[in-house]
């Protein structure tokens, strides 16, 4: 599966500390293989990847691609 990345996602992933960098790339692969499909609540039509305690990654799935939309660092950025 093709990683798609949204401007916003872009800009959010640059702007973390490398260390978090790294566990989001290895969630990234991760998700290639085998897309994990946690729906988010309320209805909304996306998915969402636990990174660590806090962190997360909004997607959703469209054919053999994977549409990357956000990726929070911390719980209170997610909850907006």
């Not at 401007?7 to 969630?27: C, N, T, W, Y």
Request: net charge positive; glycine share 4%.
């Amino acid at each position: 599966m093709a990683l798609v990345f949204s401007g916003d996602a872009k800009k959010e992933l640059e702007s973390l500390p490398q260390d978090l960098i790294v566990r989001f790339m290895r969630h990234f692969e991760k998700m290639q293989e085998t897309p994990p499909r946690k729906h988010l609540k309320h209805g909304i039509p996306c998915h969402v990847e636990k990174v660590t305690k806090q962190a997360r990654i909004v997607y959703a799935l469209e054919g053999e691609d994977i549409y990357i939309f956000h990726c929070f660092k911390g719980h209170k950025e997610y909850e907006r």
